[in-house]
């Protein structure tokens, strides 16, 4: 099974309104990130947060990770069209090698 | 854009044929992976590398095989192609600390007939 789940799997709003997806994952991680997929193309790295951190900005992502519920949240603010695409949490173990394992997913449709 | 390109990026092959797939990267990143995308499933870690020919199982290895025998080359092996492993391919390398971001490739999209 997945490391990551993300929740919810789709997600539609308006132009300039606040995205907010979830993840969770299941074993101790060194850190979680976070990447976007346009459809048909590669992922891209957005953000990236350890685990001794619990908030991070970057632009207008807002990530925030609680270890002990093993969840992080990915805020996207006043949300553009352009930001239309599939986001992706992964995570990276503490022990052992740097595997990347990723979860299923947030689908987000921005309508202009 | 990270120097990674796979190859092909399309194929249609029949089932119960071999195929091979190319990852080559140009950046000299320690760690490459192997993931398959499925509509439901997200990303699915198939194989990855730490090294050359130092290899390790992902999540769904069962009928593919990965080589690695120099720094800038992975190749995904789909031993005997079944319809289940009509998929989306993409290939993905890392510097390999634990803060190093991963850079994909465009994709394979394989169509097993």
């Known amino acids: 099974s997945q490391q990551g789940e993300e929740d919810p799997q789709a997600l539609s709003i308006q132009e300039g309104e606040n995205a907010t997806m979830n993840c969770s994952y299941k074993?101790?991680?060194?850190?979680l990130q976070w990447y976007r997929q346009n459809s048909g193309r590669g992922l891209v790295h957005l953000i990236l947060?350890?685990?001794?951190?619990r908030e991070k900005h970057s632009g207008r992502l807002r990530v925030t990770l609680d270890t002990s519920k093993k969840s992080s949240s990915l805020l996207i603010t006043a949300s553009r069209a352009a930001d239309t695409a599939s986001y992706f949490c992964?995570?990276?173990?503490?022990?052992?090698?740097?595997?990347?394992?990723f979860g299923s997913g947030t689908r987000l449709q921005v309508q202009p | 854009d990270a120097g990674i390109t796979q190859s092909p990026r399309h194929k249609v092959t029949e089932t119960g044929t071999p195929v091979t797939l190319r990852c080559h990267q140009t950046e000299n990143h320690r760690y490459m992976y192997w993931y398959r995308q499925d509509p439901g499933h997200g990303l699915r870690l198939i194989h990855y590398s730490y090294g050359v020919k130092d290899t390790d199982k992902g999540e769904v290895s069962d009928g593919y095989s990965v080589s690695r025998s120099k720094t800038e080359d992975f190749l995904l092996t789909l031993e005997s192609a079944t319809s289940s492993q009509t998929s989306v391919y993409f290939c993905a390398i890392s510097g390999g600390g634990f803060d190093n971001e991963a850079f994909f490739g465009q994709g394979t999209r394989l169509t097993v007939v």
């Open positions: 947060i350890r685990s001794n951190e």
């Open positions: 992964a995570t990276v173990p503490d022990t052992g090698r740097r595997a990347l394992t």
């Open positions: 074993t101790s991680i060194n850190n």
